[in-house]
């Protein structure tokens, strides 16, 4: 019998296309990083399911269209609308990418930010985690570790922990004593930074955080404060990638780092334009970084069309693990492209977002999208920053997609008191430039 691999997914917290030196933007504050992608694989066509936290999420841990379920139709999942609500949130009885591994013999963990529902009814360790460690809501300051609501937000397991630190670091300490303990068998270990997501605060800013009246500020931050956030996280990446290496398993685990959504106010999506909660590529398309030694193949890059909730399937696929054919997944599996980069695989992609009307789908070079109504298609291998609008140059190939998209959309099931709240005022959400 094969050895059965470990897994661990690393999830930043809006993080830009661009924000890694290895993806050609910022340089010096991601070393760790660039050295895993010299390592292994690096996507420049991934995407995340959603252009914001909560849907992303659901579809990782599903393995599907997060549409699929009500609570992830609804972004965010605020604390003061879903705290007990018992409908805003994964299901337990959904079968999720820990609960199948766990059932398989793995131990399950995840250390960081949740943000699918709050407890009684929801939670990690009802979806297949056995150990967590962090917080439930969206968003959480790294020092106080309140909410934006103002109440403390930190767990561990169910049970609410006061724990002194900053956060990054605190997350970090977990996962790296989840690969020490766990050394001898299988495991799934999820590790969610809330970084660089706001409120925005380094190992030194433990004032700022006594000053701030509300996370979502806009009297604070800066380029230099988001680049040394990112920096804390690459720090304690290095220190997972090494605690792997010390416990000799670092070969026989696959390590995927990626963000949940496009970059906010301080972030890099060159040549991208779009931020967080904008279709436009800057807020969908994220770095994708994959190592697996002697099995992905060093310093390569794919175009592979990539989302989310594939890594549910190829997770699956390395583990020897069936899906549940109840919950037939909506990914596929990548195990293909992390041994042959350069074979990739057609598929069309597509996104919907209650905020400003949404629509979005890709198809090769192509992508349609539709905001509030108006229509745009873009040829991406042209432009990539999305400027030149084909819809009447090429009315047969919008009509083409917009056909595909419809077909997509009405495979779904509707939810009709899905809403969109929006937690920042007008002049902190991203728009098109």
Request: charged residues 25%; positive net charge.
């Amino acid at each position: 019998m094969r050895e059965r691999p470990n897994f661990v997914f690393i999830l930043a917290d809006d993080l830009g296309y661009a924000d890694l030196g290895c993806y050609g933007g910022r340089s010096g504050c991601s070393p760790v990083l660039d050295r895993l992608a010299k390592e292994g694989l690096r996507f420049t066509q991934g995407y995340a399911n959603s252009s914001v936290c909560s849907p992303t999420r659901f579809a990782l841990m599903t393995g599907r269209w997060q549409h699929r379920l009500r609570g992830g139709a609804d972004e965010p999942i605020r604390s003061s609308g879903a705290r007990g609500n018992p409908v805003l949130g994964l299901p337990p009885s959904h079968p999720t990418l820990p609960s199948l591994l766990r059932d398989a013999g793995y131990a399950t963990a995840l250390f960081g930010k949740w943000h699918m529902g709050f407890a009684p009814h929801f939670g990690p360790l009802k979806s297949g985690y056995q150990e967590f460690f962090g917080m439930l809501s969206g968003a959480t300051d790294y020092f106080t570790h309140r909410d934006p609501g103002g109440a403390h937000d930190l767990f561990e397991g169910e049970k609410e922990v006061r724990s002194k630190g900053y956060l990054t670091d605190l997350i970090t300490e977990k996962a790296v004593s989840f690969v020490k303990a766990k050394r001898r068998s299988p495991f799934f270990l999820s590790v969610h930074f809330n970084a660089p997501h706001w409120p925005w605060e380094t190992r030194g800013d433990a004032a700022e955080a006594k000053r701030i009246e509300k996370l979502y500020h806009f009297d604070g931050g800066s380029v230099p404060t988001y680049l040394k956030m990112i920096h804390h996280m690459d720090e304690g990446i290095g220190r997972i990638l090494a605690e792997l290496k010390k416990q000799k398993i670092d070969r026989n685990t696959l390590v995927v780092f990626t963000s949940d959504n496009g970059g906010e106010r301080f972030s890099d999506t060159w040549p991208l334009v779009g931020k967080k909660m904008d279709l436009l590529e800057g807020g969908i398309r994220v770095p994708y970084i994959v190592r697996w030694p002697g099995k992905v193949k060093a310093g390569g890059t794919t175009k592979q069309l990539a989302m989310t909730m594939d890594w549910v399937a190829t997770f699956l696929g390395a583990a020897g693990v069936k899906p549940d054919e109840s919950y037939p997944l909506d990914g596929i599996s990548l195990l293909p492209v992390l041994s042959s980069p350069g074979k990739t695989k057609k598929r069309n992609l597509y996104w919907k977002m209650l905020y400003r009307n949404q629509k979005a789908m890709r198809a090769g070079d192509w992508k349609y999208l539709s905001i509030e109504g108006d229509e745009f298609l873009f040829n991406l291998a042209k432009d990539e920053r999305e400027r030149a609008n084909y819809a009447k140059r090429n009315p047969e190939k919008l009509l083409e997609l917009r056909s595909h998209y419809l077909e997509w959309e009405r495979s779904l099931p509707e939810h009709p008191d899905a809403t969109f709240s929006v937690v920042n005022t007008k002049a902190d959400l991203a728009t098109p430039s």
